[in-house]
């Protein structure tokens, strides 16, 4: 499938553009999702704390590809949903304590292993060329909005 930038891609998240931490969409199909970012290098990244960048945070990132999966790949109007919320996280190995020593893009890749009811469960992992920063398993869980009157 097509690539998708980074303005594109915010319409499948929450938060306000500035939260929005993946650069593009490389790829896509309906088992799994390839991002690319660049955003752990700004000063400015929302998720920096004392001017450091923990690698912990990449559980954010890992988090979005999985919603912009669920966005591009499930209608969820028809399902009356409107908020995505990360549940269990499991097998989560972090390689690394910072993102500082990582001057390369990161490649963030998601794949789809279960899917049940608006519940979907993926595993993830984040790579700065061929090193393995972070890598586990997650589930989402979208919430449907209240019926209106």
Same mark, same amino acid.
């Given at each position: 499938m097509s690539a998708f930038s980074r303005l594109e891609l915010s319409k499948f998240l929450p938060h306000g553009d500035d939260m929005c931490l993946l650069s593009s969409v490389e790829c896509w199909d309906v088992s799994s999702i390839t991002c690319l970012t660049s955003t752990h290098r700004n000063h400015d990244n929302p998720l920096r704390r004392q001017g450091r960048l923990e690698m912990i945070a990449g559980l954010e990132y890992a988090a979005q590809a999985m919603a912009v999966h669920v966005g591009l790949t499930t209608d969820i109007s028809e399902h009356n949903a409107s908020l995505g919320y990360l549940g269990a996280v499991r097998d989560l190995k972090i390689n690394s304590r910072t993102f500082q020593q990582f001057a390369?893009?990161?490649?963030? %890749? !998601?794949?789809?292993?279960?899917?049940?009811?608006?519940s979907f469960m993926y595993s993830f992992?984040? %790579? !700065?060329?061929q090193v393995m920063l972070l890598q586990g398993r997650a589930s989402i869980f979208i919430k449907g909005r209240k019926a209106t009157t």
């Open positions: 390369e893009d990161l490649t963030i %890749k !998601a794949s789809l292993l279960l899917e049940q009811h608006m992992s984040m %790579k !700065a060329n």
